[in-house]
T-cell receptor, first 116, second 109 residues
Framework: GAVVSQHPSWVICKSGTSVKIECRSL??????MFWYRQFPKQSLMLMAT?????????EQGVEKDKFLINHASLTLSTLTVTSAHPEDSSFYIC????????????FGPGTRLTVL | DAKTTQPTSMDCAEGRAANLPCNHS???????VYWYRQIHSQGPQYIIH???NNETNEMASLIITEDRKSSTLILPHATLRDTAVYYC??????????FGKGTMLLVSP
């Protein structure tokens, strides 16, 4: 099946620093990738949709200048949390759509971000 | 996309069948029913999906009522590793998946 990886799996950073999370589709090309955020005991909330080679589309309430998304190739999307604060601590999950797989969404394992 | 309603939690004994219900009374004719699950601190995992007919794969069976207003996911022989949050999602075509609160299934020895 289609595999999506994320790196790092967990990260701890100081308040005010920036953190980059990578999402890769390992065995398929993904024209569209999605970024979700999940706070403890809550469901996944869609943050943004990114299409290869174009600007990401952000959901209402998500600050595009704080959560920078780059989808530079068909296998890689990155999410950069800029000037991170403790309230940004969360579980970030990416997913990718495989054209060959009939546009099904495949999810990465998630990245646990803790901001001190 | 139509809204879904699921019980907050369910318990199941190991080895028994787990039947997880989902109501989607406002589903449209072109909307599919998808099931995903999320084991603690992992990304969601696809289980199964269907439109009208019942579906079965190596993981589970999906039973959709004739009026399509509800469905049931069946794990035939639940194991401890099936403990997870199960999400029932109604989706038009290949629109973005929107997650509700799901059902927390606890499988006990």
């Amino acid at each position: 099946g289609a595999v999506v990886s994320q790196h790092p799996s967990w990260v701890i950073c100081k308040s005010g620093t920036s953190v980059k999370i990578e999402c890769r589709s390992l065995d398929f090309q993904a024209t569209t990738m999605f970024w979700y955020r999940q706070f403890p005991k809550q469901s996944l909330m869609l943050m943004a949709t990114s299409n290869e080679g174009s600007k990401a589309t952000y959901e209402q309430g998500v600050e595009k200048d704080k959560f920078l998304i780059n989808h530079a190739s068909l296998t890689l999307s990155t999410l950069t949390v800029t000037s991170a604060h403790p309230e940004d601590s969360s579980f970030y999950i990416c997913s990718a759509v495989s054209l060959a797989g009939g546009y099904e969404q495949f999810f990465g394992p998630g990245t646990r971000l803790t901001v001190l | 996309d139509a809204k879904t309603t699921q019980p907050t939690s369910m318990d199941c004994a190991e080895g028994r069948a787990a039947n997880l219900p989902c109501n989607h009374s406002t589903i449209s004719g072109n909307e599919y029913v998808y099931w995903y699950r999320q084991i603690h601190s992992q990304g969601p995992q696809y289980i199964i999906h269907g439109l009208k007919n019942n579906e079965t794969n190596e993981m589970a069976s999906l039973i959709i009522t004739e009026d399509r207003k509800s469905s049931t996911l069946i794990l035939p022989h639940a194991t401890l590793r099936d403990t997870a949050v199960y999400y029932c999602i109604v989706r038009v075509g290949y629109s973005t998946l929107t997650f509700g609160k799901g059902t927390m299934l606890l499988v006990s020895p």
